[in-house]
């Protein structure tokens, strides 16, 4: 399915998923439905992490991420980094870029982060911020080429 940018979303290629709350559901997010969701279940707090391994790396230029009928869930404060086929460690978005691109989405219940084509083997999202009562909520993660 092309974007409208010229961007196809791509099914990812054999993947794993991993989150360091709620890792039973975290396949929720990669399921083609921004219907259901992974969630934490349990207040944001720091150090909590997502991540996708691909089995063999995907050549990518862009993620979706969806919040779907959560956005309150968006976390409060956000990393993404990427590793390279190479084993390179690459920081598509900081913590300190994140209430920037925030502000730029206004807010919606997506974000989509485009960047030069990379063989990337691994994609690695961390939740720093913290808030007393909503979790922390992925209802999809795309990928683009």
């Known amino acids: ?4 940018d010229g961007r196809l979303e791509i099914k990812p290629p054999r993947h794993e998923v991993s989150a360091s709350f709620s890792p ?14 992974w969630a934490s279940a ?7 992490e997502f991540t996708v391994r691909f089995e063999t790396a995907a050549t ?6 969806d919040m779907g009928r959560w956005a309150h869930d968006y ?9 390279l ?3 390179e460690i690459r920081h598509l978005l900081k913590t300190d870029e994140y209430q920037a691109v925030r502000y730029f989405t206004q807010y919606e219940g997506q974000v989509r982060f485009v960047f030069n084509p990379l063989e990337i083997k691994k994609v690695i999202m961390r939740q720093s911020g913290s808030h ?14």
């Open 85 to 87: 086929a190479s084993g």
């Open 1 to 4: 399915r092309e974007d409208g």
């Open 132 to 145: 007393p009562v909503f979790d922390w909520s992925i209802a999809e993660l795309r990928f683009y080429r």
């Open 24 to 37: 039973d559901r975290a396949a929720l997010a990669m399921d083609g439905d921004s219907g259901t969701r």
């Open 42 to 48: 349990h207040p944001q707090e720091g150090g909590m």
């Open 60 to 65: 990518l230029r862009g993620i979706e991420y």
């Open 75 to 83: 976390p409060r404060a956000l990393s993404i980094d990427l590793e």
